[in-house]
């Protein structure tokens, strides 16, 4: 199966990373949070699978449509 990327649709700061590499996760379900403009707004998963990599950590910079996890289905 190919990798599916991720990439955030806003600009933030990440506040949390909910999931790790080899965990399950269920679509819709938030991998990680960003603050903007003092809103926490989850990232999630587009579809159920594994996550292979999360390319942030917390309080990274996030710039928008920057890659932020990979999973497969």
């Known amino acids: 199966m190919a990798a599916r990327k991720v990439r955030c649709a806003i600009a933030g700061t990440v506040l949390e990373v909910h999931k790790s590499p080899g965990e399950a996760v269920a679509a819709g379900e938030a991998v990680?949070?960003?603050e903007c403009?003092?809103?926490?707004?989850?990232?999630?998963?587009?579809?159920?699978?594994?996550?292979?990599?999360?390319?942030?950590?917390?309080?990274?910079?996030?710039?928008k449509d920057q890659l932020v996890f990979a999973f497969e289905d």
């Open 32 to 34: 990680l949070t960003l």
């Open 37 to 63: 403009m003092k809103m926490e707004i989850p990232i999630e998963a587009p579809a159920a699978g594994t996550i292979i990599r999360i390319e942030v950590q917390i309080g990274d910079t996030v710039a």
